[in-house]
């Protein structure tokens, strides 16, 4: 409609000025108009990120992922996500994802917005008629294109290419292209909604949980761990972090406990290293490269780190010791900044901040959506487990609010037939808690239900407006 008026009055604008110096005033006030007309309202990023997509091929110099400038070759094989009896991971996340956007596509249209009032009002009963115009409009994305997998291999050499989650080099010219992370960046999103699935749990009606990293605050008591020789102030260090809610750190595997496992990703954290078991000093054949400057955005080091990084100088932000290392540079000046607190801690969940009220959050809606629509009883809907903590990539490099998900067990047959049949009610539980965590919802609360989402709206206002800048925005200044 705007391209159509505009050409109109600028065609207008041509007649009238035809030789005719005095009009002149008139073509500015027209074009001035012209351009205030189209002026879009601002509107609130949301990008869906369904998982992996691409293939764990070999040889791994061609298709890893996680490319390190420092070597020119890819630390990592690339993980195309979980696989099970017939059920491929990065597929159903992607149909859910697609399913998503195109219900929070409805508030694009008058026609639509009324079929979302609806929806909306199957969880918030009283909701009085919405008043679109106090609403900035949510504008959805999608973080990646869909498999296709078999037509990737016979069209294309590098495969692997549209999946990646760290920037790589083109395969033809050697031209670094955007890894998946840095394309959701490049976007300046408020909220990011990973999804994904996987295995290994044994819960009997199948679960959910929220994916979360801390902040630079907790990583930090490994640094003072490391540092003591006072046997006393290692056990008091290790006591607090028992006492803490990150007592259940992801282990990876049960060669290490949880503690030693926040040990070792506290290592990652800040120096690339692993740790060895007891966490007192490096694994130097186990690096993972320095992931901040693996990315493209305004955090990564300048110049010419790579030289200084590969010599690995002490009392430096590239110390392979925990015991010398220095968090200097615009990335950890970043890890220390209040808006990374508010992301990764306190908060409404009393830990976890932004990042996991809005995981848990919608994943209370979508158990929701499972029991209002009658896929489940209260009883045999998933449960919602305690999140998954970890030094993860994807919460940890994104500035944006990331609500990173595990939608459900492969192995478990009742998410098994969740994931099969009921892929539009994620859809719904989603979509719905995404416009909730934007502009809040009264909800009606079931019964001796205890998941009930609370409805309440994250305060992305502080974001966009801290120390007079955009939080969200601020991630791609100085870029192209
Ligand atoms: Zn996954």
């Not at 030094?391 to 998410?415: K, R």
Request: hydrophobic share 30%.
């Amino acid at each position: 409609m705007h391209d159509v008026n505009q050409h109109q009055k600028y065609k207008k604008c041509q007649n009238i000025n035809k030789g005719r110096f005095f009009y002149w005033p008139l073509l500015f006030i027209i074009v001035a108009f012209s351009i205030y007309s189209t002026y879009e309202p601002e509107h609130y990023v949301v990008v869906l990120d369904p998982g992996h997509g691409g293939r764990d091929i070999l040889p791994k110099n061609i298709y890893g992922d996680k490319y390190d400038p420092i070597i020119g070759e890819y630390r990592d094989h690339f993980r195309p996500g979980a696989q099970n009896k017939g059920i491929t991971e990065s597929e159903e996340v992607y149909k859910i994802a697609e399913k998503t956007a195109k219900i929070l596509e409805l508030t694009y249209t008058n026609e639509g917005k009324k079929k979302f009032e609806i929806l909306l009002k199957k969880y918030a009963p009283d909701l009085k008629k919405i008043n679109w115009e106090a609403h900035k409009p949510i504008k959805v994305h999608l973080s990646r294109v869909n498999n296709h997998t078999e037509e990737y291999i016979s069209k294309r050499v590098d495969v692997n290419a549209p999946y990646r989650l760290y920037d790589y080099p083109d395969i033809y010219t050697g031209e670094m292209k955007k890894g998946t992370i840095s394309r959701i960046n490049s976007l300046s999103p408020n909220l990011v909604v990973s999804l994904h699935f996987t295995s290994g749990r044994k819960e009997k009606y199948g679960a959910l949980a929220s994916v979360i990293t801390p902040n630079f605050d907790v990583y930090k008591q490994a640094i003072t761990y490391v540092k003591t020789k006072n046997i006393s102030k290692k056990q008091k260090i290790r006591r607090k972090f028992f006492a803490s809610k990150y007592l259940n750190w992801m282990v990876t595997n049960s060669s290490r406990t949880h503690f030693q496992w926040f040990l070792c990703d506290a290592w990652i954290y800040f120096t690339g290293y692993w740790s060895k078991k007891d966490g007192l000093s490096p694994d130097t054949k186990k690096f993972r490269g320095y992931r901040h400057n693996m990315i493209s955005w305004q955090y990564a080091d300048k110049g010419n780190w790579v030289d200084i990084a590969k010599n690995h100088p002490d009392n430096s932000s590239y110390s392979i010791n925990l015991e010398n290392f220095i968090p200097e540079g615009p990335f950890w000046e970043r890890e220390m900044d209040i808006p990374e607190k508010w992301r990764r801690e306190d908060g409404k969940e009393g830990y976890g901040g932004d990042n996991l009220y809005a995981s848990e959050e919608l994943l209370r809606y979508i158990k929701k959506s499972f029991i209002l629509n009658k896929v489940s009883s209260k009883k045999t809907a998933p449960r919602i487990l305690n999140p998954y903590i970890s030094t993860w990539s994807v919460p940890t490099y994104l500035n944006a609010i990331s609500a990173y998900l595990e939608l459900g067990f492969l192995d478990n047959p009742y998410d098994r037939k969740r994931i099969l049949n009921n892929k539009d009610e994620y859809a719904e539980g989603l979509a719905v808690g995404i416009f909730s965590l934007f502009y809040s919802l009264d909800i009606k609360k079931i019964e001796s239900e205890k998941d009930e989402p609370k409805g309440e709206p994250i305060d992305f206002f502080r974001y966009e407006n801290y120390k007079g800048k955009n939080y969200f925005k601020t991630v791609q200044s100085g870029l192209n």
